[in-house]
């Protein structure tokens, strides 16, 4: 497996890059109420996963609500066609392979290591992952999640954050779409049950679809 590295001065263009191309590319971003108030646990994103720039989406957030270290776990075949991102937190897996259960012992070291009260808040991880393993549409009416996520978390209930990100995509009358993001805290305090999670979060992005619809 790739492990990340963070080359902070590529971080830093990044913070600034990421900013850039979300404000050229959208004609607004809007976070959806009720945002979580969030501790300084470690934090789990889970997100649904459309496009190129969902990635950014997260990276986005952190940026302007989080404010943590980001690592993000990506099919090594697509992080050797963009070492960049290895640079920024970006790490691999390649499933059927025997790395990845070096890839899933790696995500939950970084989970773990964020559990130490003595690490600055800056330090402690945002770990995004897509357990839908592939990019889906946007329309997809349902997502499937694939296992390995209940093993990242085993016994880290209570210790961690996991949080639900939804981003949807509108033009409405405008020549640039709008970029609208809901979040949502899992409630995450007991074993994890992946099909649990599965429709949870698939009752998530029905709601927000609902909440898209002009009549609202």
Known sequence: MIPARHIFFLVDFFR??????????????????????LTDKP?????????????????????HLFHRRCYAMMLEEQLR??????????YSINPGSRDAIASIRYSRDILLKGTDPSMP????????????GSIQS???????????????????????TVLM??????????????????????????????????IVFNQFLEYARQEQKPDN
Not at 81 to 90: D, M, S, V, Y
Not at 121 to 132: D, T, V
């Open 81 to 90: 066609k963009n070492r960049i991102l290895n640079f920024i937190g970006a």
């Open 43 to 63: 934090l789990l994103i889970i997100g649904n996963h459309f496009s190129w720039w969902d990635g950014f989406f997260t990276l986005w957030l952190n940026n």
């Open 121 to 132: 808040p800056a330090k402690r991880p945002l770990l995004l992952m897509f357990p839908q």
């Open 16 to 37: 600034y890059y990421i900013d850039f191309r979300i404000k050229g590319h959208f004609s607004r971003v809007v976070i959806h109420p009720p945002v979580p108030e």
């Open 165 to 198: 990100t939804i981003a949807l995509t509108d033009y409405f009358s405008k020549p640039k779409p709008e970029l609208h993001l809901y979040l949502k805290e899992y409630p995450f305090n007991k074993k994890l049950d992946i099909k649990d999670l599965e």
């Open 138 to 160: 946007m329309h997809a009416r349902y997502h499937h999640f694939k296992g390995g996520l209940e093993h990242i978390v085993n016994d880290l209930e209570g210790q961690i």
